[in-house]
């Protein structure tokens, strides 16, 4: 029962001579985009950016992407003009694996048309896009 927003957590561990260590700061976010975080203890070895699924969908997708380490990302649906229709994200995330959903709005909460459109993850060091169809 939490509220939407972002939360921070780690993990304090003991070893046999009695050592104790941290974790690295983690965070997930609760609220309408991102759904969870998968295998937050492995670190991905490379970006990747995953076809949604389902495709095509109606009414709602999931985009998949993983980061080996921490940055900035955008995460951005255009359509076939080239013109961006929505942003899903737009901050900077720990290293790992997220899923986000898409309900095939635009930025101003209204339903887009049946179609293609293209979805773009930029990080500092990676850059990818798929098609992805909406049918109605």
């Known amino acids: 029962n939490l509220d939407d927003g972002q939360y921070f957590w780690r993990v304090r561990g003991k ?3 009695g050592n104790s ?6 965070a997930f976010k609760i ?3 991102i759904t ?3 295998d937050a203890g492995e670190i991905p070895t490379s970006y990747k950016l995953e076809q949604n699924y389902p495709n095509p969908f ?37 290293a790992g694996t997220y899923n986000i959903q898409w309900n095939g709005d635009d ?30």
Do not use: C
């Open 21 to 26: 260590y941290y974790s690295n700061i983690a």
């Open 31 to 33: 609220g309408s985009s």
């Open 107 to 136: 930025n101003f909460g209204q339903k887009v048309t049946s179609g293609i459109y293209l979805y773009r993850i930029e990080t500092g060091k990676f850059v990818d896009s798929k098609k992805l169809l909406l049918l109605k």
């Open 58 to 94: 109606n009414p709602t997708t999931t985009i998949q992407y993983s980061m080996p380490e921490a940055g900035f990302v955008s995460l951005r649906i255009y359509n076939l003009l080239g013109q961006e229709v929505k942003t899903l994200v737009s901050n900077a995330q720990t």
């Open 36 to 38: 969870d975080v998968t």
């Open 15 to 17: 070893n046999n001579e």
